[in-house]
């Protein structure tokens, strides 16, 4: 009977944030008291505790049992305290030598029988460990693939409380669910990468689209796609995360730490290693969207972190959630705050856009006529706020298929081909800035990167096209991502007459 301590994990926003769970037994009227801001989930651990430890054989004496979780300012939510104070508990009441646990971190939710189950966040749990400075970290076995692949500590997962007790008490248990978890890895299914990308080489035609995605892909520009019904944007937006260059091992780990902790990720999968493409139906809210809610989850722009978000019917968004979008797509993160403090989501992701020009869908169409009244027009434009569209980079116009461009028979490039180019204009654009040292984006501007015929190009276009200061910055940004793709290092004349065949379609298209 005493204090015991060990470690928990708080999750506060997609960090883990290292909790020091004290556990105190002493004679008094029997029952259990969690103090230290606990949520509604880490109250309810008493049940699963007092439960999950009789079960496992191990009841909980008649004492008077205070957990204390510290920092005290840090709000603590979710069931993955259940493990900890179980085992904490257990120890304080003498079924497990205090001094066996005080090192060890611990994270998992307890089922009535005492069984060890998956809790979110785990990547960033197991780096939180490695902070805290455990020897030993215990997880749910289904935590055991992203913990292992960054964890600077030992991880050995159990299936129950019962092995996590035998775990933290017995070398020779140790060793062994270690070994466990080892062959467990090893034989593991994993999903061949690339399975499911569609491939570029199926869309017929379209040369200026692709075109467009390629140059998107190597500047992470936004892009927003104009067309008909059936033109062929859902079809070519689908295939924009693949022919983006290949995650690096710290963009996989960013991406599942992000997944990891929206609860999103498959069990069997350890580093997310495709690029991530996100497509949330029309009626998203603003918090499905950016982020935030009770549980202060990541949102679909941080799940398309590294990747793509694609946003099909984009009038059709409310309006409040296409706002919200504005501040983290230049910022490439989202920010909340809250009474507890702030939370920082990344948000590093093209945007592809699609839409109608209009509500029937045929304005500007070849054979089609238009139904629309001219206010209803007018009104569908008007959805899509002008400084949102400021932030869309690349503009285009998807026109519809015609039989000439069916019947022409060209090589066709497939995704792989594209992706080679892209990879190369970004190693480009690397080496670059490293060289000429550009201290940000704005920069670019930079005249000493722009030849004098280029300069005479943009100015014309500033007098006669009265673009705003940002649409201005934007065109500079694409034909410098178009000079990269050629991998030349002064901007000529011809880049910036196709960063401007990405934007002016705008203009006859109405667009202000
Ligand atoms: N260029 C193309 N090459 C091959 N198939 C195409 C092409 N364009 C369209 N298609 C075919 O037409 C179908 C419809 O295309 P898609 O759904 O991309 O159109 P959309 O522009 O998104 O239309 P909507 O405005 O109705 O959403 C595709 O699934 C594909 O089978
Ligand atoms: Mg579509
Ligand atoms: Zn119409």
Request: proline residues 7%.
């Amino acid at each position: 009977m005493g204090l015991a301590s060990i470690w928990g994990f708080a999750l506060v926003g997609i960090e883990a944030v290292p909790v020091r769970v004290e556990a105190h037994a002493r004679s008094g009227l029997p029952g259990v008291t969690i103090v230290g801001l606990p949520g509604v989930a880490v109250r309810e651990a008493r049940e699963r505790v007092r439960s999950g430890a009789a079960s496992s054989g191990l009841p909980l004496p008649s004492r008077r049992i205070t957990i204390n979780l510290s920092p005290g300012d840090v709000p603590k939510d979710g069931p993955g305290f259940d493990l900890p104070v179980a085992l904490a508990t257990l120890a304080a009441c003498g079924h497990i030598p205090m001094e066996c646990v005080r090192d060890v971190g611990a994270v998992g939710e307890l089922s009535l029988e005492g069984v060890v189950r998956p809790t979110r966040g785990m990547l960033s749990v197991a780096e939180a460990a490695g902070r805290a400075g455990v020897n030993l970290l215990i997880t749910p076995i289904e935590g055991l693939p992203a913990a292992s692949e960054v964890s600077a500590v030992p991880v050995v997962a159990v299936r129950s409380l019962g092995e996590a007790v035998l775990v933290v008490k017995d070398p020779c248990w140790r060793a062994q669910m270690a070994e466990r978890g080892r062959r467990w890895l090893a034989g593991r299914r994993t999903c061949p990468v690339g399975s499911e990308t569609p491939d570029l080489s199926d869309v017929v035609g379209q040369r200026h689209a692709k075109r467009a995605l390629e140059i998107a892909a190597a500047g992470g520009h936004h892009l927003l796609m104009i067309g008909s019904p059936g033109a062929g944007k859902t079809m070519l937006a689908r295939r924009l995360a693949g022919i983006l260059p290949p995650l690096s091992r710290e963009e996989a780990v960013d991406v599942t730490r992000v997944w990891n902790a929206a609860g999103l990720q498959g069990t069997l999968v350890g580093l997310i290693r495709e690029r991530p493409f996100r497509s949330p139906h029309h009626t998203a809210s603003r918090a499905a969207l950016v982020g935030g809610g009770a549980m202060l989850r990541p949102g679909e722009l941080s799940l398309a972190h590294h990747g793509v978000l694609f946003l099909d019917e984009l009038p059709e968004f409310a309006r409040d959630a296409l706002e919200a979008l504005r501040q983290p797509l230049e910022e490439s993160r989202v920010v909340i705050s809250r009474r507890a403090g702030t939370s920082i989501f990344p948000a590093e992701c093209t945007l592809v856009a699609a839409m109608n020009p209009c509500p029937c869908g045929y304005l500007g169409h070849p054979e089609k006529a238009c139904r629309c009244p001219g206010s209803a027009v007018a009104r569908y434009r008007a959805r899509i706020s002008g400084p949102l569209l400021d932030r869309i980079d690349a503009l285009i116009e998807v026109p519809p298929l015609t039989l000439a461009a069916l019947d022409a028979v060209g090589a066709v490039e497939s995704s792989a081909t594209v992706r080679a180019r892209v990879t190369a204009a970004r190693i480009f654009r690397r080496e670059r800035l490293d060289r000429h040292s550009v201290p940000s984006r704005h920069a670019l501007e930079d005249c000493s990167l722009l030849t004098e015929e280029a300069r005479g190009l943009l100015r014309q276009a500033l007098v006669h096209e009265g673009l705003s200061g940002r649409a201005y910055a934007r065109i500079v940004n694409l034909a410098r991502t178009i000079a990269d793709l050629d991998n030349v290092l002064p901007v000529a004349a011809e880049h910036v007459a196709e960063a401007l065949s990405l934007r002016l379609d705008s203009r006859r298209v109405d667009f202000a």
